[in-house]
């Protein structure tokens, strides 16, 4: 990276992925050569969140900005709140969503940065019927997004 990113927020590109989240795109590996990936996730309450996955290419960094967020690491659930950070390990299988009857606002940082905006893209063509969601399992070695099982996160619904 030889220049400065910066992202203005009436720049930025927010797309939703569902009825109760949005996602705000800062930063991709392209724009930060490689250094990191940022966005911005708005879940509202009873958003879904992201189901149980793992990258094996980057870890995961979650700092809270407003809310109560719930995320699993590995087999326990931790409860994040404004002003926490999680980093998450590559090759740890993680989800999160807002804790129950609360909403969260979460910077999302992966690093080494992988290029993952056409994956926010194509969670929200799914959302709005406009592909298949085949296409998201499909997806997961481009976008190093592993889907895994937890029957401690799917106990937590």
């Known amino acids: 990276m030889t ?35 940022a966005n911005r996730a708005t879940l509202h309450r009873g958003s879904p969140g992201a189901p149980p996955h793992l990258h094996t290419r980057a870890a995961e960094a979650f700092f809270v900005l407003d809310g109560v967020l719930d ?10 709140r404004k002003g926490d950070f999680l980093l998450v390990p590559a ?3 993680h989800a999160f969503a807002p804790a129950r009857d609360e909403a969260a606002d979460v910077l999302v940082v992966f690093t080494p940065g992988i290029d993952r905006f056409d994956y ?3 969670l929200e063509r799914v959302y709005r019927g406009e592909a298949d969601p085949a ?4 997806s997961g070695e481009r976008f190093d997004n592993h889907y895994v099982d937890s029957p401690l996160w799917r106990a937590r619904a």
């Open 3 to 37: 220049a400065p990113v910066h992202v203005q927020a009436t720049d930025a590109t927010v797309l939703a992925d569902g009825p109760t989240s949005l996602i705000t795109l800062l930063a991709d590996a392209g724009a930060t050569a490689g250094a990191l990936t």
């Open 71 to 80: 995320v699993l690491v590995g087999e326990e659930i931790r409860t994040l």
């Open 91 to 93: 090759h740890t299988p």
């Open 120 to 122: 926010y893209r194509l």
């Open 135 to 138: 296409e998201i399992g499909a």
